[in-house]
C-alpha cells in the first residue's frame, strides 16, 4: 500500500468509529428520553411536586 492509500484507510476506520459513535449516543438519548416521560407522566399521575 501506498502512504495515500493507507491515509485514506486511516481516515475511513477514524469515519466508521465516530459514526457508531454518533449513533449510539443518539439512541442513548432516545431512551433517556423515553424513560424522562414516563418518570413526568408518573409524577403528573401521583400529583408529586411541580407537577400536581
Not at 459513535?21 to 433517556?32: E, K, S, T
Request: glycine share 14%; hydrophobic share 55%; no cysteine.
Amino acid at each position: 500500500m501506498t502512504t495515500i492509500e493507507r491515509a485514506i484507510n486511516s481516515i475511513d476506520m477514524k469515519s466508521r468509529t465516530a459514526s457508531r459513535g454518533v449513533r449510539i449516543a443518539i439512541a442513548f438519548g432516545m431512551v433517556a428520553a423515553g424513560y424522562g416521560a414516563i418518570v413526568v407522566e408518573a409524577l403528573r399521575a401521583g400529583g408529586v411536586g411541580v407537577f400536581a
